[in-house]
């Protein structure tokens, strides 16, 4: 979650604006909140599609995060999966400079454990781990 402070179009006063990605029903959409510590202002606000200029400071700030299957028999299914989820072809998905060949997808944290619980769904357990290339 990002956090960014304002002057509130109300009174002024400071104005604090959380942002971050949020799962919604048809994947990952995003969410604001805006709240004036000073007057009683504030609003909520949220939505289905993704949002770009936050994914990429969402990757800045938090690292990217990869989704690793727990058995290697469950990979071209966990690939499929994903780039149906992803609407992108699975061959695509594959990256060549993945050496390990338990990682599937590469995201912001709330990109991979939604597909975590994608794969869940089919029985495919996995986990959300931080990626070596990070700071
Ligand atoms: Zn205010």
Request: with cysteine; charged share 25%; hydrophobic share 40%.
């Amino acid at each position: 979650m990002l956090v960014t402070q304002e002057a509130c179009p109300a009174c002024q006063g400071s104005l604090e604006i959380l942002a971050g990605q949020a799962i919604q029903a048809s994947g990952v959409g995003w969410f604001r909140s805006y709240r004036c510590k000073t007057c009683d202002f504030r609003v909520e606000e949220d939505g289905n599609e993704p949002d770009p200029s936050l994914r990429e400071e969402l990757l800045n700030r938090q690292g990217t995060w990869l989704l690793q299957i727990h058995f290697l028999k469950d990979r071209l299914a966990a690939l499929l999966i994903v780039g149906q989820r992803l609407k992108i072809s699975a061959r695509d998905l594959i990256q060549p400079e993945v050496t390990d060949r338990r990682r599937v997808a590469a995201g912001t944290h709330l990109e991979m454990e939604w597909l975590r619980r994608c794969l869940l769904e089919k029985a495919i357990t996995a986990e959300v781990v931080r990626s070596p290339t990070n700071q």
